[in-house]
Nanobody, 124 residues
Framework: QEQLVESGGGWVQPGGSLRLSCAVSEFTVNYYAVGWFRRAPGKEREGVAC????????SYDDSVKGRFTVSKSVAESAVYLQMNDLRPEDTAVYYCARPSIGVCTFDLKYYHVWGQGTPVTVSS
């Protein structure tokens, strides 16, 4: 079974930026959507961004619109999450995942392939 591997997390001050990467298979980047989720301490996992396979259409949670950008590179078999203007409430473990359907959704029931997560801490 495919494994997704996140990287790029770390500590950043409020207002700063981080770029997360999700290494995926060539098959996934070409034929599946990929979603980014996060789990903050004491909270449920929530979807933040998603990108479709063929058209590269994107979806965002309202809490990150205008600050986060999801993109992909077919050549590098990777999906990225550029996070700008980070806030303390963005502190969480971030995961990438692949849904079993071909469109973007934040409904967890469609996601069965997950990465191990990368932690992001936003504090001064």
């Amino acid at each position: 079974q495919e494994q997704l591997v996140e990287s790029g997390g770390g500590w950043v001050q409020p207002g700063g930026s981080l770029r997360l990467s999700c290494a995926v298979s060539e098959f996934t980047v070409n034929y599946y959507a990929v979603g980014w989720f996060r789990r903050a301490p004491g909270k449920e996992r929530e979807g933040v961004a998603c990108i479709t396979s063929l058209e590269g259409n994107t979806s965002y949670d309202d809490s990150v619109k205008g600050r986060f950008t999801v993109s992909k590179s077919v050549a590098e078999s990777a999906v990225y999450l550029q996070m700008n203007d980070l806030r303390p409430e963005d502190t969480a473990v971030y995961y990438c995942a692949r849904p079993s359907i071909g469109v973007c959704t934040f409904d967890l029931k469609y996601y069965h392939v997950w990465g191990q997560g990368t932690p992001v801490t936003v504090s001064s």
